[in-house]
């Protein structure tokens, strides 16, 4: 019991920290979408004066960055259609 | 006193285990959209299934525990893997919760600590006799039926909205 009981603990711990901090953890992770473009922008404004060796490595990891945002704002697109459909039902 | 509602808990726990199949097929095919509650019902499921499968099969020696002290412990165990599990999922795929998922998650809370309760009562102590145990054994019961229903009928209100709608009512 001495290992047993502090292992629960700690897993209690964890599971009350996620379960009511879960929504915050969220909200940290995700800058809005302007701003996100504005540091796209710099880093690939950095990515481009790098060597040609490391250019490659770099460019491909801003590329996988570009393509969260471009799929961030497709969900914000289709969740502003969503409203606009909402309204018109209102209608 | 709490070991021999066993037989019918297990009995229960069939019944939890099929609800919680039904809500996994229910999801599947009602709510296509919502990625957040495939993924809660499919760990969810997928965990009471599993627990259930163990304790069937490997805890239990002609109808006897094989290590009841460690009963109780092993449930918080289950119920957190649950949680931690759900939730790295939800964070690796970039999914945002759903309002079932996160009040699955604090059901699931509420379970881990009258699991630990019970186990300083029943284990630790060794009371023979206790109101709480009649408690748990409800509370346990009730939560894993809320939350099933939870993901059937795609419940969207957060507590926050709840107690709003409450004051408003």
Redesign the interface.
């Known amino acids: 019991?001495l290992f047993?009981?502090p292992f629960?603990l700690i897993?209690?711990f964890?599971?009350?920290f996620?379960?009511?901090l879960?929504?915050k953890i969220?909200e940290d992770k995700e800058i809005p979408l302007p701003e996100l473009a504005e540091k796209l922008l710099l880093e690939l404004d950095e990515v481009n004066q790098l060597e040609a060796t490391t250019r490659v490595l770099a460019k491909k990891q801003w590329k996988d960055k570009y393509e969260?945002y471009l799929?961030r704002k497709k969900m914000d697109l289709s969740k502003d259609k969503s409203k606009i459909n909402k309204i018109r039902a209102v209608k | 006193m709490i070991f021999e509602y066993l037989e019918f808990n297990v009995e229960i726990d069939n019944l939890i285990t099929l609800l919680f199949i039904v809500s996994f097929c229910v999801v599947l095919l009602r709510y296509k959209d919502e990625k957040s509650l495939k993924i809660g019902a499919f760990i969810y499921t997928s965990s009471y299934v599993l627990s259930n499968v163990a304790f069937n099969l490997l805890e239990r020696v002609n109808g006897e525990l094989i290590a009841p002290?460690?009963f109780y412990?092993q449930w918080?165990?289950y119920?957190?893997?649950t949680?931690?599990l759900c939730?790295m999922i939800h964070l690796t795929s970039?999914v945002?919760?759903h309002e079932a998922v996160?009040s699955a998650?604090?059901l699931?809370?509420i379970n881990?600590?009258s699991c630990?309760y019970v186990h300083y009562l029943a284990i630790v102590n060794s009371t023979p006799e206790h109101w709480f145990y009649s408690v748990y054994t409800s509370t346990v019961n009730t939560t894993a039926i809320v939350i099933a229903l939870l993901f059937i009928f795609n419940f969207k209100w957060s507590l926050k909205d709840c107690f709003l709608k409450f004051r408003l009512s």
């Open positions: 019991m047993e009981v629960i897993c209690i964890v599971s009350v996620l379960s009511f879960v929504r969220e969260v799929e | 002290d460690y412990l918080i165990v119920e957190s893997l949680i931690i939730f970039k945002k919760h996160i998650y604090r699931s809370c881990m600590f630990l």
